[in-house]
């Protein structure tokens, strides 16, 4: 009697009828895409982890990390079957660690891949998005150093710099587009730029001292609106952008102070909102760190005041700045037309800054050497 009621147990257990052979799957690491502006034809390209390569033991030639494929066609939902054509593996991109999409794509707009990434449940948006302002076939065709893995490579990259800014968030995905479509403050894209004009794809470019040149960089920011690159901001625009909608918690200043250079780490930023009729008035505290100070004279509680004066200056000036960037662009940078009082109207806010700093940490000595 047991043993009918074990089988019919057994009958019951439908197994993993969805597994799938390690050996059948390409595992893609990074996607990039461009578009043709004339004929609006995409090329995409997969770049496919060589286990062999990313081993710390290498059998043979094999010494390549990433394998990069590269398809074209007239539409989204053809590019996979098109990979099958010069692919013998399905593509898996539950691994997938960033997208990279060249200038003229994502001016042309975003809207229409998203909305193809999200209908499919195996492709995924909460990867990290760059936009690149050099050819693709340069970025995707690289070896990088450190990280054999170019696409994990770029990931601790940008990992870095939101530890950096001591960010409250993920730095950039790809959903960001997508929630910032009915949003009006923009959404800021890192820029990746490629130091050489021609792709370092010899592996023995990782063997190379010279880690920079040829390299990645990750700077500047793409402004989008509605899934669509509308234009671009610098690295220190882009560092306003996070501290004044409150996302980054630190940062570096340069100032003068009696004519000399300081530079500063600002810990703790907090960022308060005071709204009035047609008006915000933006509260920063931060505390300030001491890196390098070119005052050849001793760090007296006087001069400690000084320093504290000229950030708290020189945070206002570049937050106001900020503000006018904004509305020459009409970027709703700070979000105002979000908000319930600035739906609609956040060019008519004026919006003022108020900066409250306090130097807590200096170094060895305040006194410098003569």
């Given at each position: ?89 399905m593509l898996f991109t539950a691994h997938l660690q960033c997208y990279v999409f060249s200038e003229r794509f994502a001016r042309d707009g ?261």
């Open positions: 009697m047991k043993w009918i009621q074990v089988v019919v147990l057994l009958l019951m257990c439908t197994g993993c009828w969805d597994m799938r052979e390690i050996n059948h799957l390409a595992l893609v690491e990074m996607t990039a895409a461009d578009m043709d502006p004339k004929t609006k034809r995409i090329t995409a390209y997969y770049q496919v982890l060589n286990p062999t390569g990313t081993s710390s033991r290498q059998a043979g030639p094999a010494k390549a990390s990433v394998y990069t494929y590269v398809v074209s066609e007239q539409n989204l939902g053809l590019l996979t079957e098109k990979s099958g054509t010069t692919m013998s593996r975003l809207l229409e891949l998203v909305n193809y990434l999200e209908l499919n449940t195996e492709r995924r948006t909460n990867v990290y998005a760059v936009v690149t302002d050099a050819p693709i076939q340069n970025v995707m065709e690289s070896f990088t150093p450190l990280d054999r893995v170019p696409g994990r490579n770029l990931r601790l990259l940008m990992d870095w710099q939101a530890k950096t800014f001591g960010m409250t968030r993920k730095l950039t995905q790809l959903e960001d587009i997508v929630k910032g479509v009915p949003l009006s403050r923009p959404t800021i894209i890192p820029i990746l730029h490629y130091n050489r004009s021609s792709p370092a794809s010899q592996t023995d470019r990782v063997d190379h001292i010279n880690a920079t040149e040829p390299g990645f960089e990750i700077s500047e920011g793409a402004v989008f609106i509605r899934a669509k690159m509308v234009g671009k901001i610098d690295q220190h625009t882009k560092k306003m952008y996070y501290v004044l909608n409150g996302d980054a918690r630190r940062c570096l200043e340069n100032i003068k102070v009696n004519g000399a250079k300081v530079d500063l780490e600002t810990r703790n930023i907090q960022v308060k909102r005071k709204w009035g009729p047609k008006r915000l008035h933006i509260t920063i505290r931060v505390n300030l760190r001491v890196l390098y100070n070119q005052q050849m004279s001793p760090l007296t509680l006087q001069n400690t005041h000084e320093i504290e004066q000229a950030f708290n200056k020189t945070l206002v000036e570049q937050s106001n700045q900020f503000v006018r960037l904004a509305k020459d662009n009409n970027w709703d940078l700070l979000g105002i037309g979000d908000t319930k009082q600035g739906r609609g109207k956040w060019r008519d806010f004026d919006v003022s800054f108020e900066v409250s700093s306090k130097a807590v940490m200096f170094g060895n000595t305040r006194t410098p050497y003569q």
